[in-house]
């Protein structure tokens, strides 16, 4: 199956941390990713994680996968203005396609 | 290379008239990738071309829709005959065709159609 599944809204104060999760269904998948979409631009790619590991760290972000769950989540350190934006994760599928959620909006508040 | 590049940025169409939106890949990139996204959701899958080679279409994509990339570069998407419901935003994506598919979106061609 294709479904990925995000909740849709956080906010959070500028500084503090904001975790964003995730849950797939496709357990081949070998690569998992988060995007992140501003308003009117396309997706940039943040960061990803390659399945047989459990976690992920990039300077202020922290990616965790449960396999076991099929959950992602994306943890944001510091959490700043920019950051304001959609989150999508995406999990490769056959073809090498990827399959993404219907993001999460986050909210930064000064 | 400044990165996946997409012409028009908007394009604003009549229903029932023809559009076609161009992507330009990073040069070296083999892979291309047609995505839709519609208010709230997240991109979905239409088709897919390494080099030339059209090699997966979605169920999304009806007989209205027609993907080209000729010469293994530049890509270009058509929707014919359009109606309401095809008002999205087109992405496209190249890859360079390793293991790790990282691909990297343009910023997209909004569509509306009245």
């Known amino acids: 199956g294709e479904d990925v599944e995000q909740s849709l809204f956080l906010s959070v104060r500028e500084g503090d941390s904001s975790v964003i999760n995730c849950t797939y269904t496709?357990?081949?998948?070998?690569?998992l990713y988060w995007y992140k979409q501003e308003p009117g631009a396309g997706l940039q790619l943040l960061t990803y994680i390659f399945s047989n590991m459990d976690m992920k760290q990039d300077q202020r972000l922290t990616v965790l996968l449960n396999k076991k769950d099929k959950h992602l989540s994306l943890r944001i350190a510091d959490t700043q203005t920019g950051d304001s934006a959609i989150y999508f994760c995406a999990e490769s599928m056959r073809n090498n396609r990827l399959a993404f959620g219907k993001g999460n909006q986050v909210v930064v508040i000064p | 290379d400044t990165g996946v590049s997409q012409n028009p940025r908007h394009k604003i169409t009549k229903r029932g008239q023809n559009v076609t939106f161009r992507c330009d890949p990073i040069s070296e990139h083999n892979r291309l990738y047609w995505y839709r996204q519609t208010l709230g959701q997240g991109p979905e899958f239409l088709t897919y071309?390494?080099?030339?080679?059209?090699?997966?279409k979605s169920r999304l994509l009806s007989d209205r829709f027609s993907a080209e990339r000729p010469k293994g570069s530049f890509s270009t998407l058509e929707i014919q005959r359009t109606e309401q419901g095809d008002s999205a935003m087109y992405l496209c994506?190249?890859?360079?065709?390793?293991?790790?598919?990282?691909?990297?979106f343009g910023s997209g061609t909004q569509l509306s159609v009245l």
């Open positions: 071309f390494q080099n030339e080679a059209q090699l997966e």
């Open positions: 496709d357990s081949s998948s070998t690569y």
């Open positions: 994506a190249s890859s360079f065709g390793s293991e790790n598919e990282k691909l990297f």
